[in-house]
């Protein structure tokens, strides 16, 4: 089984800035690409950014500038810094990983169970 589990949402005042992590545990071969998605109630859910296992990242355009992805190879993790958040971003937050359990095994998409992110005054 592999699993990924967010951490670090919550309710912040519009121009705050807060860090979310996601980790992936169980049996994992490898991690390609690793992604974060939100939703917001009543819209679908969009592809806010994009790590490939290289480091190189891409960014919806309505994020470009406030966040940042990174990752940990080493420790399976990626994280979204959100820096300068409107009330636009509230939404679920979702991480997602392509992820190969086995060296016998193809890669396929792993999803988290989403964070809350609340951004008012």
């Known amino acids: 089984q592999v699993h990924l589990v967010e951490s670090g949402g919550g309710l912040v005042q519009p121009g705050g800035s807060l860090r979310l992590s996601c980790a992936a545990s169980?049996?994992?071969?490898?991690?390609?690409?690793m992604y974060w998605y939100r939703q917001a109630p009543g819209k679908q859910r969009e592809l806010v950014a994009t790590?490939?296992?290289?480091?190189?990242?891409n960014y919806a355009d309505s994020v470009k500038g406030r966040f940042t992805i990174s990752r940990d190879n080493a420790k399976n993790l990626v994280n979204l810094q959100m820096n300068s958040l409107k009330p636009e971003d509230t939404a679920v937050y979702y991480c997602?990983?392509?992820?190969?359990?086995?060296?016998?095994?193809?890669?396929?998409?792993?999803w988290g169970q989403g964070t809350q992110v609340t951004v008012s005054s």
């Open positions: 790590i490939a296992k290289g480091g190189t990242t």
């Open positions: 169980g049996v994992i071969f490898s991690i390609n690409a």
């Open positions: 997602a990983a392509d992820i190969r359990r086995t060296i016998t095994t193809t890669t396929r998409s792993y």
